[in-house]
Structures are given as structure tokens and as C-alpha cells.
């Protein structure tokens, strides 16, 4: 009887004053059946700051006595809390700060999303799985990553971020993915293999491609092609056709059409008057037979 009371009673919208009020009636009438004589009063929790949460307004009382407050949380998000975890620090957020304190303690770098995360997982997998579609050209040539950079914080202290357009590139395809001071590094002798490349530089750096050592710098027909300004196809035909010398392929400039055509003029020039002084010599001497 006592409980259907509470229930109709408690429904209703209830002024924020009528609170201890009504359970105050509703333990007289308790006291009345069980013949006992107590009262209590619930404190108003109304403005009042608990973590995250503000207390906004009395909702009821539940079926196991405890009085219900709704409170507004720092997010945004409007829940119901009983009195008791309220005071006695249980509750403190709508559930958003256990999810971030949570995500706080199980997050290791937050970039497992990164496009450097990605090339440094494509760089474990090829060397490592043997079920990866680039296994048989790193893991299989006996191609390694070295002890520090099996750990990603490691690997991107190291290389930094990644520039735009760019990918990872070994500068000597024949080594490993080393970084040159951790403890297997200074053992083997690795060093630091390794940088951020445009397609065209890793283009220039595959294994079949051809390298030419000139004063001191080795690199691609291409990369010297680029650096001289010589066309690469003349390079070509110096090196090969002609047999030149590097030094002298390398070192010869070549020449404009316009050049080589003025060139040519000169010279034609020059055998046109050999070939007057020559007639006028012999018909000097022809001359001097006669005579």
C-alpha cells in the first residue's frame, strides 16, 4: 500500500521545494503503519558540481529508496544518477571521460592510421611474411629490418614524416632497412640505409639499373644526363657506340645544331682556301717548267 502511494505521489511534476516536504509525509505514513517514528530529509542537490556533471532537477525516487537526480554532463549529454554515487564520487561524467582515459592508457602513438604507419607496416610485412606479395624480392634476398625499427616510435623518430608524393627508399638496394645505432646495427656494421624518394629517384635506384662512377659520384646514365646537360642518348653513343672514355664522354659538352652547323661552314671555308693555295702553287710551278 505504502509503495502505491510513493508511485502516485512521485509521478506527478513536483516543484523544486515540495521535495523534502512529501518524503517527509510519505515517512509519517510509514511511521503510522509500522509504528515506528523517524523522519528524513534529502538535501537539494539542484546547481550543485560533481566532475563533469551539473545536477539540473529532482526526477523521483526509486523502488529501492534512492533518490534520482538528472544532470547535464560537460559533453552535452543529459543522464539520470542516483544521490549516492553522486556524493560519493562514483559518477562523474555521463561515461566520456572513462572512454577517454580509457583511450589515453591503450593508445601507444595515435597514428596507426598514418601514412607512415602504413609504409612502416609494408616494410615489416615484405621482409618478414612470407605470405606477402613482396616477400620473394626483400625477405627471400635475405633483406632485414633492423632491432630498433621493428617498433614503429622508433622507425618514425628516425624517418620523420613523410613528404607528399614521396615513399621509402633503400639507398643501397643490396642492404637492409637499417638505422644505424642500435646494438645489431654497430654489430653488422649496417648503417643508415635509408630516406624518403619521388618515383623518378627510386626509378633511378633499382637493381638493374646501371651506375657510373665519375669523379667520385656514383649514379645513374640518367642522373649524369640530367646533371651535365648532355642529352642521354649522346652519352649513350660515346660510351658504347664510340667507345669513348668516361672522362671524356662526360667532359666533352655537346653541341647545338646551330653550332656544329656553323662549325661545319668554317671548316668547308678553310678547305676551300687550302685547295686556292694549292692550285695557285702548282701553277706557279707549272709556270716554272715551261720557262
Known sequence: MLQKIKNERLTEEMPETSIVNIYSDLEKKECRDTGK??????????????GRLKVIRFICIDNSHRSIWECLCECGIIKNFCRSTLIAGHSKSCGCLRKENARIKFTTHNKSQSKEYRTWNSMIQRCENQNSVGFRYYGERGIKVCQKWHKFENFYEDMGERPKGNTLD?????????????????????????????????????????????????????????????????????????????????????????????????????????????ETELQEIKNKTIR
Not at 37 to 50: M, T, V
Request: charged share 30%; proline share 2%.
Open 37 to 50: 517514528r523517524r523522519e528524513r530529509k534529502i538535501k537539494d542537490l539542484i546547481g550543485r558540481i560533481f
Open 170 to 278: 633503400r639507398i643501397d638496394n643490396n642492404l637492409h632497412y637499417s638505422c644505424g645505432k642500435c646494438e645489431e646495427c654497430i654489430q653488422n656494421g649496417w648503417k643508415f640505409n635509408n630516406r624518403w624518394a619521388t618515383p623518378q629517384k627510386q626509378n633511378f635506384n633499382k637493381r638493374n639499373t646501371l651506375k657510373i662512377t665519375y669523379n667520385g659520384k656514383t649514379q645513374s646514365l640518367v642522373e649524369w644526363s640530367i646533371e651535365l646537360g648532355i642529352n642521354k642518348k649522346a652519352l649513350e653513343s660515346r660510351i658504347y657506340r664510340y667507345n669513348w672514355s668516361i672522362e671524356k664522354a662526360f667532359s666533352i659538352p655537346i653541341m647545338s645544331q646551330y653550332q656544329q652547323n656553323n662549325n661545319n661552314k668554317i671548316k668547308i671555308i678553310e678547305l676551300k682556301k687550302r685547295i686556292k693555295a694549292l
